[in-house]
């Protein structure tokens, strides 16, 4: 069994930053994608951004330039680096992972619970 424990979150102002993590904990062999998703309340759940275990990185046009996906393999932990934070980036955010706890067996997706992000004005 695998599980994603999200942290980081909080209230910010806007303007501020956060850093969020994500660790992955259990029978892993190899991690391939992660990424970090959001959802508002009252809207369908959006990707943030993800990251290839090649570390080639994919972004929301709405967080370019302002939020930064890495990832850290050793840890098996992948990270959302926050910056120049808005209100309407408040959200749950949520991160997942293409898991593969053996070798020649397929991957599967996991998810986290959830951080809450809440960006006051």
């Known amino acids: 069994q695998v599980q994603l424990m999200e942290s980081g979150g909080g209230l910010v102002q806007t303007g501020g930053s956060l850093r969020l993590s994500c660790a992955a904990s259990g029978s892993i062999f190899s991690i391939a994608n992660m990424g970090w998703y959001r959802q508002a309340p009252g809207k369908q759940r959006e990707l943030v951004a993800s990251?290839?275990?090649?570390?080639?990185?994919n972004y929301a046009d709405s967080v370019k330039d302002r939020f930064t996906i890495s990832r850290n393999d050793a840890e098996n932990t992948v990270y959302l680096q926050m910056n120049s934070l808005k209100p309407e980036d408040t959200a749950v955010y949520s991160c997942n992972a293409d898991v593969q706890y053996r070798n020649y067996l397929p991957f599967r997706l996991y998810w986290g619970q959830g951080t809450q992000v809440t960006v006051s004005s």
């Open positions: 990251i290839t275990k090649g570390g080639s990185t």
